[in-house]
């Protein structure tokens, strides 16, 4: 953990935890470092599920070409933080007033996941131009990854022996112009397989298009690069992929194409911080139990993994009796939940957790806050914090705030829109 992260954490005060602390300059860097390790005719969207916080969403404006939205909601929040950002839209299950939302709103790209969804946008576009992109569901052996969304039978995108229907739909409608073909089918992919994976579609997307007279502008390969959870020091192998990009796009001229991570742009940003409340032993095992958990970081019980965490360790104590501890063994890291799913971390080797130490969950600014279920047994939300080195006034909501600002949960457009007011 850097140091000023782990200062900020020692001098919260302890009702101000858990509380998620995001590394804003971190993010700047780790991003810009992404950018830098990509050719220029690579696009860089950010999947803003990932996690849709405005905070980030404003730092990685300056660094990445635009977001990728995948839902109405998503669609109207992030138009409102960044009003000029470049906006791809995808998802499945686009409804007819979030298609016509995305017209009002300017999206840049709409990746159109069925043939009945073009024929809805044919019916609402009218002569509103638009750019659209088929996301197509290309037969593949994935292998083992972590998530596959395509490759196999699934409902995202488009079976490739309907794409000619959607040519005749298209040809009929001029206002609406085809820039080329999505194709996002996995999760989890390292360096080598990500190339893999781009050099198959591109092929199989340039020969598609010209097997049609169809002029290919642009091909957009999807999120999906991996993360290690067991090993947040081994990052994905970004000039890996700048480099292969390169001799593939050298094979490609003239054809754009987009990548759109999510989670290994924002996950490394993110620490969940909280306190060990109890430590005890069940049938010779130790157990923590923290304020919080699955409920504000629900992570590693839908990936089934262990969080990674650091203990901070501090030295108050205000009962007369001994801190209950474990040391030099191996403890679960359960939260305040009464469900046994709700665990952070199982069995994990200490040298030493005592009841009142601080624990930093690592890598928790992806898939974290955003997809948990936070009501569940109506425990208090964390605190949001923001830690901006290159403008340290941004972490601050207002000029009379504290310097460890804690601002509301910024899941809620409405509390969004109060704190940005
Ligand atoms: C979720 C998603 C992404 C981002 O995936 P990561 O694994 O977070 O990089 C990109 N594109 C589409 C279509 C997605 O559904």
Redesign the pocket.
């Known amino acids: 953990m850097k140091p000023h992260l782990e200062d900020h954490l020692r001098q919260l005060p302890d009702d101000e935890l858990p509380a998620y602390v995001y590394d804003l300059s971190g993010l700047r860097r780790h991003a810009q470092a992404i950018r830098d390790a990509l050719p220029e005719r690579v696009e860089l969207f950010y999947?803003a599920?990932?996690n849709p916080d405005p905070r980030l969403l404003q730092v990685l404006r300056d660094v990445v070409d635009g977001f990728?939205v995948?839902s109405g909601g998503e669609l109207r929040h992030t138009r409102k933080v960044l009003p000029r950002a470049r906006l791809a839209f995808?998802?499945p299950g686009k409804t007819a007033a979030e298609l016509a939302q995305a017209l009002e709103l300017g999206v840049e790209r709409l990746h159109v996941e069925s043939e009945h969804e073009l024929r809805m946008l044919c019916a609402l576009a009218a002569d509103r131009p638009l750019k659209v992109l088929l996301r197509v569901n290309l037969p593949l052996d994935l292998g083992q990854v972590s998530l596959a969304?395509g490759g196999r039978p699934s409902p995202f995108g488009i079976d490739p022996s309907h794409l000619d229907a959607c040519l005749r739909l298209l040809a009929a409608h001029p206002g609406i112009r085809l820039r080329g073909v999505h194709v996002?089918l996995a999760?989890g992919l390292d360096a080598t397989e990500q190339l893999r994976v781009t050099e198959h579609v591109l092929t199989w997307a340039a020969q598609w298009a010209q097997a049609r007279d169809i002029p290919l502008g642009e091909v957009n390969v999807?999120?999906?690069?991996g993360v290690d959870y067991t090993d947040p020091g081994c990052l994905f192998d970004w000039q890996a992929l700048g480099t292969g990009l390169q001799r593939l796009l050298d094979d490609h001229p003239g054809l754009t194409v987009r990548i759109?991570?999510?989670?290994?742009v924002s996950a490394y940003c993110g620490w969940y911080v909280t306190r060990v409340l109890d430590v005890k032993r069940s049938q010779g095992e130790a157990f923590a139990v923290l304020s919080g958990g699955t409920h504000h970081l629900r992570t590693p019980a839908a990936k089934g993994h262990d969080q990674p965490f650091e203990v901070v360790a501090t030295d108050d104590w205000p009962w007369p009796w001994a801190r209950p501890a474990v040391a030099g063994e191996s403890v679960t890291l359960a939260g305040q939940l009464c469900t046994p799913k709700d665990v952070l971390a199982r069995r994990v080797p200490v040298e030493r957790l005592r009841a009142g130490d601080r624990v930093a969950f690592a890598m928790a600014g992806?898939y974290a806050w955003n997809i948990s279920h936070h009501d569940f047994l109506m425990h208090p939300a964390p605190g949001f914090h923001y830690l901006d080195a290159a403008s340290p006034d941004s972490s601050r909501p207002g000029s009379e705030a504290p310097p460890s600002a804690v601002h509301a949960p910024p899941s809620r457009g409405d509390r969004v829109a109060q704190r940005r007011g």
């Open positions: 999947a599920k990932a990728e995948a995808g998802g969304m996002h999760s999807g999120g999906g690069m759109e991570p999510g989670r290994s992806a």
